[in-house]
């Protein structure tokens, strides 16, 4: 065998070991889910735009942005406002148990989260 064609059929084999090391579940990379444990929010309705995925605990939190679309995966209860004169006041738009989400609940700018 030519030294050209076991250099070719060296980084074949390379590549393809390679290639199985970095695949990743295709749920685990969809950027329309949300991780167990999690919360998530999206620019866009319907889990679409730019997702965040945070850790929470209980407490009331303003958000950075607005989110369109919020996913509850965590083990609390979260209340989705559009807050308008700090955490907690303003328009209640949804309350999401765990492993629910809320494809188009309005502009949400803050959260409730509260232990079951």
């Known amino acids: ?4 064609k076991k250099s070719l059929t060296m980084a074949a084999v390379t ?3 390679l290639g199985g090391t ?9 950027p329309n889910t949300c991780p167990k ?9 319907n889990r679409t735009g730019e ?3 945070n850790s929470l605990t209980p407490g009331c939190y303003p958000l950075q942005r607005v989110n369109r679309s919020v996913s509850n995966q965590t ?14 006041s303003g328009t209640k738009l ?3 148990n765990p492993g629910t989400y809320a494809d188009n609940p ?5 959260i409730e989260v509260y232990k079951i």
Do not use: E, I, K, N
């Open 51 to 53: 997702r965040h995925v």
């Open 37 to 45: 444990g999690y919360a998530c929010g999206w620019t866009g309705a």
């Open 106 to 110: 309005g502009a949400v700018t803050g």
């Open 75 to 88: 083990s609390y209860r979260v209340v989705l406002w559009h807050v308008t004169g700090g955490c907690g």
């Open 1 to 4: 065998m030519s030294m050209l």
């Open 22 to 30: 970095f695949v990743t579940p295709a749920a685990a990379a969809d």
């Open 94 to 96: 949804a309350t999401l």
């Open 15 to 17: 590549g393809a070991l």
